[in-house]
C-alpha cells in the first residue's frame, strides 16, 4: 500500500512530544549506586510476580488489570553495582540534589516556572520494568515554551507551549535475548538513572512540525551538557490524533527522520479506523447486535492436514470460533502496508495472552492447509449476510480469554479510534503495545517527604544560564563563516565549545570539522569508546598538526589509540606518527609497484585507486595524502611506459 499526502488542517490532525533524557549524573535518583550501565556477568536473579494496587481515587487502571492478566513471571537481573533500592527491598534516600537542580536547570532553558515544593508521586507499572510495580517521578516546571524556526516550521516564530517538566526514575532495561512469551528478564543497571521528562502541548499541526520541535529541544538537551550521550539515552514518543480519531502514543522512535512517516501510516491506520465505523453505520449494526458467543467447532478438524490445528489436538487443545454479526469484509481491510484490522486483533491477542494469534474469516483460509470440506463447513457459520468469525486455538480458558479480548476490540471499533500506545518499527508501521493508562496509577509516594525547591539557587541557576540556543546557532554559524546546519550539529553533539578553543589556536577549520563531526563518529561506530577522548587530546593532536610533527592523515589512527587506551601518553602516540621523508615515500612507492606488476600491466592506471589504498596504510598517515597521490601518479605513469616500452 503507497503512503498517501494528506491534507493536515482537513483532517483537524495535531501532535504533542514526550522527550526522556537521561541526566549525567554520577548517582542515582533514590540510591547512591552509580548511574551508568554494565557490561559484566549478573551475580544473582531475582524473580518476582506483580498484582495491581488501587488509584488514589480507589479506581483500579484497567490497563494495569490487562497487564496483571497476562500472567508474566519477571526475572531481575543483579550486579555488584546495584544496592537494595533498585531491589524494592529497601526505601529510598533523599532524592539526588545535582539531579533535582539540573532538571530545574532544563526548565529554566525551556522558559517553565519552577515549583516551590514538589512531590513525589508513584506512577503504576506492571510490565515488571520497575521491581517496585510502580516508577517514583516529580513535578518540577510547568507553563514553559520554546520557539520554532522557519528552517522546520510553517511558522516563523511559533511558540511551542511546554506543558510539564517531571524528573524521574528510569526503568530496568529488558534483557531480549533472555525473555520468552511468559518469563521477561530485566537488567537493574539502568534502574533508577535520573531522567527528565519534557511533555509539550498538543499544538504541532503537521509532520515538519512535529520534527522541528523534536530537534530543538533534543538539540537544546543536547547542548546544555546536562544530558548522557548515546543511543538510547534519549526516547521520544508522539502523541497523534485527527478530528474524527483519538489520541494515540507512538513510542520507539529514536531517528528524527523516521518521524513523518510514523505519523503518516498513523492517519492512514485512523482513517481506515474511522472508515470500518462508518461502514458499521451504513449497515446499521451496533454494539448489542455482537454478544460473546463462543463455538467449540473442535469436530470440524478431527481429520485435518492443517499441521497448526494437528499439533494443537496433540497438546488436547481445541478450536473455538467467535461469530461477529456485520464484519464480513471488515476485518481484511488494510490499515497500514501488510496490516490489516485482523492484524489488529490478532496483535491484542498476543499482547494479553501466549496464543500466538488469531485466523479470521477474511483471509485466505488455504494459507493454513484447510481442505475444503472444512472451509465449506466454516463458510455455513456466515449464512447470515455480513457475518465474520474469528477463531482461536487453545485450552479453552486461553482460548476463551483470547476471544474475550476480541470481541472488546470488535465493539470498540464502533468508536472509531481506539486510545492506545503503539510500538514504531523501523519503517514507521505501528504495532499495539498496550492501552493507554489513566490517571488512577498515579498516587503520592508515602515513603518520601515533600520537597522545598531552594530559590536562591533556581536565582542562581536563572544568572547562568547558557545563551539562547537559535542565538548561539547564528553566531557561531556567523564568527567562523560556516553553515548555520554544521552549526546546528556541533551544538548537538556538545562540541562547539571544544571547535571553539581549536579555532582560536589556530588550527584549520576543515580538519578541525571533519575530525569533530565524521572521525570520532566513524570510530564510535567501529567500537572506539571516544568519551575516553578529552579536549585535552584534541589540543596535543592540533598542536602537533600545526607545528608539521604529524601530517592530517595521521588523526584517526591517533584518535583510535586514544580512545581505546586513555592511559596512553598523547606525546608517545604521536611521536609514532611522524612526517616521513620524501626520499622514503619514493623508496615505498617504488617497493608497491614492484611488487604488483600484475595488477599494473592488467589495468594500467585504473590500478591507482587500490595502490594508494595500499600505499595509505603502509604510511598509516605519516604525509599528507596529496603528496602520495602526486608522488604515486608520477612512478606509476613512468611504470606503465616502460611496461609499454618493454612489449614493444
Not at 483519538?246 to 529514536?254: A, H, N, W
Not at 458499521?280 to 454494539?287: G, M
Not at 608539521?548 to 588523526?555: F, R
Request: a neutral charge; glycine letters at 6%; hydrophobic letters at 35%.
Amino acid at each position: 500500500m503507497v503512503k498517501k499526502a494528506f491534507d493536515y488542517k482537513k483532517l483537524g490532525f495535531k501532535a504533542g512530544i514526550e522527550i526522556h533524557a537521561q541526566l549525567s549524573t554520577k548517582k542515582k535518583l533514590f540510591c547512591h549506586c552509580p548511574a551508568s550501565l554494565t557490561n559484566e556477568e549478573a551475580q544473582a536473579v531475582v524473580q518476582r510476580r506483580f498484582r495491581p494496587v488501587l488509584g488514589e481515587m480507589g479506581k483500579y487502571d484497567p490497563a494495569l488489570l490487562i497487564e496483571f492478566e497476562k500472567g508474566h513471571t519477571i526475572f531481575y537481573e543483579v550486579f555488584d553495582s546495584i544496592c537494595t533500592y533498585e531491589l524494592d527491598e529497601t526505601p529510598p534516600f533523599p532524592i539526588n540534589t545535582e539531579a533535582l537542580y539540573d532538571g530545574i536547570k532544563l526548565a529554566r532553558m525551556v522558559n517553565c516556572q519552577i515549583v516551590t515544593e514538589t512531590n513525589v508521586c508513584r506512577k503504576n507499572y506492571l510490565d515488571g520494568s520497575v521491581t517496585s510495580g510502580f516508577q517514583r517521578t516529580a513535578l518540577i516546571g510547568y507553563d514553559g515554551y520554546i520557539s520554532l524556526k522557519k528552517e522546520f516550521s510553517s511558522l516563523e516564530g511559533k511558540k511551542l507551549p511546554i506543558t510539564w517538566i517531571y524528573i524521574e526514575e528510569d526503568a530496568a532495561r529488558k534483557d531480549n535475548e533472555r525473555s520468552g512469551d511468559k518469563e521477561i528478564f530485566f537488567k537493574l543497571d539502568r534502574l533508577g538513572i535520573p531522567l527528565i521528562e519534557i511533555v509539550t502541548d498538543h499544538n504541532l499541526y503537521s509532520p515538519t512540525e512535529v520534527v522541528s520541535a523534536a530537534r530543538s529541544l533534543g538539540m537544546l538537551i543536547k547542548s546544555s551538557g546536562l544530558a548522557r550521550k548515546g543511543l538510547g539515552t534519549i526516547r521520544q514518543d508522539i502523541n497523534v490524533s485527527i478530528s474524527k480519531g483519538d489520541r494515540v502514543e507512538l513510542k520507539g522512535i529514536q531517528l528524527l527522520k523516521l518521524i513523518p512517516d510514523a505519523i503518516d501510516l498513523e492517519i492512514q491506520r485512523q482513517l481506515g479506523l474511522i472508515s470500518i465505523q462508518e461502514e458499521l453505520q451504513k449497515r446499521n449494526i451496533h454494539p448489542k447486535d455482537i454478544p460473546l458467543q463462543i463455538l467449540n467447532i473442535t469436530e470440524i478438524f478431527f481429520k485435518t492436514s492443517s499441521k497448526i490445528v494437528q499439533s494443537a489436538l496433540k497438546r488436547k487443545e481445541e478450536v473455538f470460533l467467535f461469530p461477529i454479526t456485520g464484519f464480513k469484509g471488515l476485518l481484511g481491510r488494510e490499515l497500514q502496508p501488510n496490516k490489516r484490522f485482523g492484524t489488529e486483533l490478532s496483535e491484542r491477542v498476543k499482547s494479553f495472552t501466549d496464543l500466538k494469534g488469531i485466523i479470521h474469516s477474511d483471509e485466505d483460509l488455504t494459507r493454513y492447509n484447510f481442505s475444503v470440506s472444512e472451509i465449506h463447513e466454516l463458510s455455513e457459520f456466515c449464512r447470515e449476510d455480513n457475518l465474520a468469525y474469528v477463531i482461536a486455538i487453545g485450552k479453552k480458558d486461553k482460548a476463551h480469554k483470547a476471544l474475550n479480548f476480541v470481541h472488546e476490540r470488535i465493539i470498540a471499533a464502533f468508536q472509531g479510534v481506539h486510545p492506545e500506545t503503539r510500538h514504531v518499527d523501523e519503517e514507521g508501521i505501528s504495532t499495539f503495545t498496550r492501552d493507554l493508562h489513566g490517571r488512577s496509577r498515579l498516587y503520592p509516594d508515602t515513603d518520601l517527604l515533600p520537597i522545598v525547591v531552594d530559590s536562591d539557587r533556581v536565582k542562581e541557576i536563572d544568572k547562568n544560564l547558557p545563551p539562547n540556543l537559535w542565538d548561539k546557532i547564528q553566531q557561531l554559524s556567523k564568527e567562523y563563516s560556516i553553515s548555520r546546519k554544521l552549526a546546528e550539529n556541533l551544538i548537538y553533539d556538545n562540541k562547539d565549545q571544544i571547535f571553539v578553543e581549536l579555532m582560536q589556536k589556530g588550527a584549520p577549520i576543515k580538519v578541525v570539522v571533519t575530525t569533530l563531526t565524521q572521525t570520532l563518529t566513524t570510530i564510535s561506530r567501529e567500537g572506539v569508546d571516544i568519551d575516553n577522548i578529552t579536549k585535552f587530546h584534541l589540543i596535543d593532536i592540533f598542536e602537533a598538526l600545526k607545528s608539521k610533527q604529524i601530517a592530517k592523515e595521521a588523526i584517526p589512527e591517533i584518535l583510535v589509540q586514544l580512545g581505546t587506551d586513555p592511559t596512553k601518553s598523547t606525546a608517545k602516540i604521536i611521536s609514532k606518527f611522524g612526517y616521513l621523508s620524501l626520499k622514503e615515500l619514493d623508496e615505498l612507492i617504488i617497493t608497491v609497484l614492484q611488487r604488483t606488476q600484475n595488477l599494473i600491466k592488467e589495468r594500467k592506471m585504473d590500478a591507482f585507486s587500490p595502490l594508494m589504498g595500499i600505499i595509505m596504510k603502509e604510511v598509516r598517515g605519516k604525509i599528507d595524502g596529496k603528496i602520495i597521490s602526486e608522488r604515486l601518479r608520477k612512478y606509476l605513469e613512468e611504470q606503465i611506459s616502460q611496461n609499454v616500452r618493454g612489449e614493444n
